[in-house]
């Protein structure tokens, strides 16, 4: 195999003498490739508990993915979304979709339209 792409060896490894085990990063490893990312909002309205964004990827698969999202609306503060139910921000991929859900707790709903901004990565590699 030709010896030719990109190489990060570790601090006080020669990159170019250095074994793969000695590597940060190299061309050659199998790394997550991008197939979709960018900006959205989940808006939770007056008097509701629930907000969804769903984003269409198409790929046919579900891949995987890596959503931050406000868990408190407006705080500029992003979480990392879980694949679970565990906390009121979920994130959810099938083949054809990712959903993203901001819930409240039953019985606290929002109080004017509540804005949960976040940010998404859909990757090419199945999940």
Known sequence: MPDYGM???KYG????TT???NL??????NQF??????TFSVIVSNGNVQGTTTINHALGY????????????????KYMCT??????????VD???????????IGSPAVGNQVHNGYYFIFKDNI
């Open 7 to 9: 190489k990060i060896s």
């Open 13 to 16: 490894e020669d990159v170019k």
């Open 24 to 29: 940060t990063t190299s061309t050659k490893f």
């Open 83 to 92: 694949y679970k139910e565990t906390n009121n921000i979920d994130a959810k």
């Open 33 to 38: 490739k991008i197939h979709a990312q960018g």
């Open 62 to 77: 579900a891949p995987a993915i890596l959503v931050f999202l406000e868990e408190t609306a407006g705080s500029g503060k």
């Open 95 to 105: 083949n054809a979709d990712l959903v993203i859900e901001v819930e409240y707790p």
């Open 19 to 21: 074994d793969d085990k």
